[in-house]
């Protein structure tokens, strides 16, 4: 899921993501640890089965080994 700007639309996709039973990655570019405060915070983690954060664009193809 690309980066979510609003806060709607970032809730809306948590409760569609809440209803998909296959497994599902977070992944972010870059550490958002190491970043603004107010983007240390996804909505849409709880409803994810993992998340990656930090491995530059690596961390999709991550995300699909760990799926597989």
């Known amino acids: 899921i690309p980066c ?3 806060l709607d639309t ?3 996709i948590a409760d569609c993501l809440k209803n998909i039973s296959q497994p599902k990655i977070e ?3 870059s550490n958002i ?3 603004e405060e107010f983007r240390q915070k996804s ?3 709880a409803s994810a ?3 990656l954060s930090g491995f530059g664009i690596s961390g999709y193809r ?3 080994l ?3």
């Open 27 to 29: 992944v972010h570019i």
């Open 62 to 64: 991550l995300a699909i």
């Open 66 to 68: 760990s799926l597989s």
């Open 49 to 51: 089965d993992g998340i």
């Open 10 to 12: 970032a809730n809306a």
């Open 33 to 35: 640890y190491k970043r």
């Open 4 to 6: 979510l700007t609003s």
């Open 43 to 45: 909505v849409t983690a």
